[in-house]
T-cell receptor, first 114, second 116 residues
Framework: KAGVTQTPRYLIKTRGQQVTLSCSPISGHRSVSWYQQTPGQGLQFLFEYFSETQRNKGNFPGRFSGRQFSNSRSEMNVSTLELGDSALYLC?????????????FGPGTRLTVL | AQKVTQAQTEISVVEKEDVTLDCVYETRDTTYYLFWYKQPPSGELVFLIRRNSFDEQNEISGRYSWNFQKSTSSFNFTITASQVVDSAVYFCALILHGGATNKLIFGTGTLLAVQP
């Protein structure tokens, strides 16, 4: 089975721009979660989608948004980029998004904001 | 509040040494799940193990072993006869069963460097 894929792998943007990151889960997985990883804050939960609905959201400003399509693929969008948004964005998929499900991660998208 | 602490920021060992990575967690819930992930330089988080709070049996998988002790809220990870390929950042994480979320609460990670 193919793993979780994320595109693009690297992105460079400037302040004020917006960006869209894509995540394709493992086939059959219906839950997709997004995490932000920075040296200062570590790994932080952004949000989770299941059946095209956002089920949970972390403590991030409204500039961070996402969606999920009927094939479970997910996108996250960051508008009005700030320098502090530079991070590795990781996507994880699991079967049903229950706590006992294992989440499998993709390779991440490294975003640099100049 | 729920929290995961990995007190060891960095560990350096020489190949073939055994090394233990510590993980201490805090939660008032009685049902929860603990995980270990490995993050090599490529960036992807690789799943290693999941353990639920009712299963305190230690687990061994090849050179890897895990020691779960509810009495001390610890879930430590030991690599026996370490190899250079084990060099990575290792994260311990917690999910609560009772919450309406599958949000992983991560520790800050331990960078393991295995020298040849």
């Amino acid at each position: 089975k193919a793993g979780v894929t994320q595109t693009p792998r690297y992105l460079i943007k400037t302040r004020g721009q917006q960006v869209t990151l894509s995540c394709s889960p493992i086939s059959g997985h219906r839950s997709v979660s997004w995490y932000q990883q920075t040296p200062g804050q570590g790994l932080q939960f952004l949000f989770e989608y299941f059946s095209e609905t956002q089920r949970n959201k972390g403590n991030f400003p409204g500039r961070f948004s996402g969606r999920q399509f009927s094939n479970s693929r997910s996108e996250m969008n960051v508008s009005t980029l700030e320098l502090g948004d530079s991070a590795l964005y990781l996507c994880a998929s699991s079967l049903d998004g229950t706590p006992q499900d294992t989440q499998y991660f993709g390779p991440g998208t490294r975003l640099t904001v100049l | 509040a729920q929290k995961v602490t990995q007190a060891q920021t960095e560990i350096s060992v020489v190949e073939k040494e055994d090394v233990t990575l510590d993980c201490v967690y805090e939660t008032r819930d009685t049902t929860y799940y603990l995980f270990w992930y490995k993050q090599p330089p490529s960036g992807e988080l690789v799943f290693l193990i999941r353990r639920n709070s009712f299963d305190e049996q230690n687990e061994i998988s090849g050179r890897y072993s895990w020691n779960f002790q509810k009495s001390t809220s610890s879930f430590n990870f030991t690599i026996t006869a370490s190899q250079v390929v084990d060099s990575a950042v290792y994260f311990c994480a917690l999910i609560l069963h009772g919450g309406a979320t599958n949000k992983l609460i991560f520790g800050t990670g331990t960078l393991l460097a295995v020298q040849p």
